[in-house]
């Protein structure tokens, strides 16, 4: 049988915000789902941009197996997607598999997040590179799907949240070599405040950068709450590096130069993550 195709401008225009917010504007106005389940779908395969088969659907979502009363179920949900999204090409079936159309992804702030960090990937200069990771920082207004507590949704906001992370060091790191030790510390607390059990090298670059910006006070008052932190979270100590860093910054001796590591230490999660299944399609075409 012959498909069906609709061209985009048929559709009002659609923009989907789930970085610390959920929402989904159609014209202008809020999607009208009619279901839950119907809006469960959709946020479903926005993380999977890849697509999802029938079976993988309603087995992951509603915990069900293929048969008749399934089937039914499966076909009114994607039937009040494309109704509530005013575009009935708004998911496509291809080979057994279910995904969101093209133009849907690309209305998704999550989409325009993974763009600005490909651009900062493939900038030539630091200062496009500061700009794309920066431009990146400001979409994530915070995490994914906030409220949503299913499995799916928990992977997905923690590979979300590392590429956030990743793009904090990155930034953090330009300015580094700019010798703006303050800007760099600022960025690095951002990163760590968001994940405290990033690496005690990234405490001891904060640690650093607080100290060789003038603020000592601050370098020791993190070193204490990473102590604490340490204590309290992990029943460990600061190595014996973080230690005399600490030490050294309290009796105001000169600070030692810091090893800078190379950008490819820190873009490499990000770069990992552009292979990762929820991701790809967020990436293609950029």
Request: aromatic share 10%; with cysteine; net charge neutral.
């Amino acid at each position: 049988m012959k498909r069906l195709s609709y061209r985009s401008e048929q559709a009002p225009p659609t923009q989907v915000r789930t970085l610390g917010q959920v929402e989904v504007l159609v014209a202008g106005r809020p999607a009208i789902w009619h279901a839950h389940t119907a809006e469960e779908l959709f946020f479903y395969l926005l993380s999977y941009p890849e697509g999802r088969s029938k079976a993988e659907i309603l087995e992951t979502l509603w915990g069900l197996d293929p048969d008749p009363v399934a089937n039914n179920r499966f076909r009114v949900t994607l039937f009040r997607v494309r109704t509530a999204l005013q575009n009935p090409a708004a998911v496509q079936e291809d080979h057994g598999r279910y995904r969101l159309s093209e133009t849907i992804l690309r209305s998704s702030d999550l989409y325009s997040f993974y763009q600005a960090l490909a651009e900062g990937q493939r900038a030539s200069c630091d200062t496009a590179r500061l700009e794309a990771y920066q431009k990146a920082i400001a979409l994530y207004q915070g995490d994914y799907l906030p409220g949503f507590a299913n499995n799916w949704v928990s992977e997905a906001r923690e590979e979300h949240r590392t590429a956030y992370i990743q793009a904090l060091l990155e930034v953090a790191l330009i300015y580094y070599d700019r010798s703006d030790w303050r800007q760099a510390a600022l960025y690095l607390q951002q990163a760590l405040k968001k994940d405290p059990y990033l690496g005690e090298n990234y405490h001891q670059r904060l640690m650093w950068c607080l100290a060789a910006a003038g603020d000592s006070y601050g370098a020791i008052e993190h070193y204490r709450r990473f102590t604490k932190f340490l204590r309290e979270e992990l029943g460990d100590t600061p190595m014996p590096e973080t230690q005399a860093l600490a030490e050294r910054i309290k009796q105001n001796q000169p600070l030692l130069p810091y090893h800078n590591p190379s950008s490819s230490s820190l873009t490499g999660h990000v770069n990992q993550l552009a292979t990762a299944p929820a991701l790809q399609l967020h990436r293609s075409g950029l």
